[in-house]
T-cell receptor, first 112, second 116 residues
Framework: QKEVEQNSGPLSVPEGAIASLNCTYS??????FFWYRQYSGKSPELIMS????GDKEDGRFTAQLNKASQYVSLLIRDSQPSDSATYLC????????????FGQGTELSVKP | EPEVTQTPSHQVTQMGQEVILRCVPI?????FYWYRQILGQKVEFLVS????????KSEIFDDQFSVERPDGSNFTLKIRSTKLEDSAMYFC??????????????FGPGTRLTVL
């Protein structure tokens, strides 16, 4: 059973701090990795994709991928109260018709 | 900015009834997906669809489920005989227009299905 694991949280950080969200995956041939944000009662909203080892930055967000360790992370710099949401890690395997396997999500709370 | 749309936003049905959930993917996308999320649980993949046929389906997607692209814009999920455990939020997503489904998937707002 291919799994994606995340700490469910809640992760609480003060406004302006760096939030660090982590994800591990079990399928070594996974090829594409995504971070989504989901506000309560809403649909997943794509934040970032990452496909190769290393860091990828987009504004206040940095995704990090380490395929050898089967580990993906998301850093949110200068966290804002509006960043409070559940962050979903999603992994796409090889030749699986685009199937995304989601983790259970990490709830982030940014305190003013 | 183009977006995925879904109708209805909320559907209430009696157990055993058929429901059709509708989606309009982003217009130049080629890959279409249905996911569901039972309250408090993970988002789960149901099915992917490309070139008018199913590319991949999960164990959840049994004979009670079917998908169709009846015209150039709509993508539907039909549940033939609903069960109580089908109650969930159903999300449609689309990706493309690349030739492989590795592109980013964009989700619609969802249809909340309640089976009584």
């Amino acid at each position: 059973q291919k799994e994606v694991e995340q700490n469910s949280g809640p992760l609480s950080v003060p406004e302006g701090a760096i939030a660090s969200l982590n994800c591990t995956y079990s399928d070594r041939v996974s090829q594409s990795f995504f971070w989504y944000r989901q506000y309560s009662g809403k649909s997943p909203e794509l934040i970032m994709s990452i496909y190769s080892n290393g860091d990828k930055e987009d504004g206040r967000f940095t995704a990090q991928l380490n395929k050898a360790s089967q580990y993906v992370s998301l850093l949110i710099r200068d966290s804002q109260p509006s960043d409070s949401a559940t962050y979903l890690c999603a992994v796409m395997g090889y030749n699986q018709g685009g199937k995304l396997i989601f983790g259970q999500g990490t709830e982030l709370s940014v305190k003013p | 900015e183009p977006e995925v749309t879904q109708t209805p936003s909320h559907q209430v049905t009696q157990m055993g009834q058929e429901v059709i959930l509708r989606c309009v993917p982003i217009s130049n996308h080629l890959y279409f997906y249905w996911y569901r999320q039972i309250l408090g649980q993970k988002v789960e993949f149901l099915v992917s669809f490309y070139n008018n046929e199913i590319s991949e389906k999960s164990e959840i997607f049994d004979d009670q489920f079917s998908v169709e692209r009846p015209d150039g814009s709509n993508f539907t999920l039909k549940i033939r005989s609903t069960k109580l455990e089908d109650s969930a939020m159903y999300f449609c997503a689309s990706s493309g227009p690349g030739l492989v489904p590795a592109d980013e998937q964009f989700f619609g707002p969802g249809t909340r299905l309640t089976v009584l």
